[in-house]
């Protein structure tokens, strides 16, 4: 049973582009969870999707951030017109479904932006 | 709203010892979780330790050992016979763990440990 998968693991983009982040969690999981962690900081969490739905998006900035989680195929965590302060890891984790064990979170490897 | 908070930015041991990390959290839920997670330089972010609100034991695993005092609110990560392999950034985090709600993590702003040969 493969882990949480993050793609691309590094990412680089240039002040105004698009930054585009993959999350495929692990077999059975259908909740999802994005974080942001900037350098030398705590991760701070930022969206809970579960399929097809946002249930909380409490912690994005309310412009230029949207999460998704489509029926099928991995969440995207979509940054436009990236700046600076963009610059940071981004970190998944998924959950299994409610009826199993809900202490279970297992987080992916990371995606690290970087602005240029 | 919940609050983790880890007061050591910084904690440094000799190899083989045992080492204290300490963290203390805020919250009004009556059902939660408190997590304990390791990130190596590498980053990746590696779970260590789940101790629940209702756990009447302190969480064992391996060499890792969650010091829960509900009361006074605290919930220390204990590593015993600390090896260099355990230098790394350390980080508690918390959970609301009502059936329903929203279980996201708040964390802490992590320690760092360093083993000293």
């Known amino acids: 049973n493969a882990g949480v998968m993050q793609n691309p693991r590094h990412l680089v983009r240039r002040r105004g582009q698009e930054a585009r982040l993959r999350c495929s969690p692990m077999?059975?999981?259908?909740?999802v969870y994005w974080y942001r962690q900037l350098p030398e900081e705590g991760l701070k969490f930022m969206v809970y999707l579960q399929k097809e739905n946002i249930i909380d998006e409490s912690g994005m900035p309310k412009e230029r951030f949207s999460a998704e989680f489509p029926k099928e195929g991995p969440s995207i965590l979509r940054i436009q017109q990236v700046v600076r302060g963009d610059s940071a890891a981004y970190f998944c984790?998924?959950?299994?479904?409610?009826?199993?064990?809900?202490?279970?979170?297992?987080f992916g490897p990371g995606t690290r932006l970087t602005v240029l | 709203a919940q609050k983790i908070t880890q007061t050591q930015p910084g904690m440094f041991v000799q190899e083989k010892e045992a080492v204290t990390l300490d963290c203390t959290y805020d919250t009004s839920d009556q059902s939660y979780g408190l997590f304990w997670y390791k990130q190596p330089s590498s980053g990746e972010m590696i779970f260590l330790i789940y101790q629940g609100s209702y756990d009447e034991q302190n969480a064992t695993e391996g060499r890792y050992s969650l010091n829960f005092q509900k009361a006074r609110k605290s919930a220390n990560l204990v590593i015993s016979a600390s090896q260099l392999g355990d230098s790394a950034m350390y980080f508690c985090?918390?959970?609301?763990?009502?059936?329903?709600?929203?279980?996201?993590?708040?964390f802490g702003a992590g320690t760092r440990l360093t083993v000293k040969p």
């Open positions: 984790a998924s959950s299994p479904p409610w009826e199993r064990d809900i202490n279970e979170q297992f």
């Open positions: 077999k059975g999981h259908s909740h």
């Open positions: 985090a918390m959970r609301d763990e009502l059936l329903y709600n929203n279980n996201d993590m708040r």
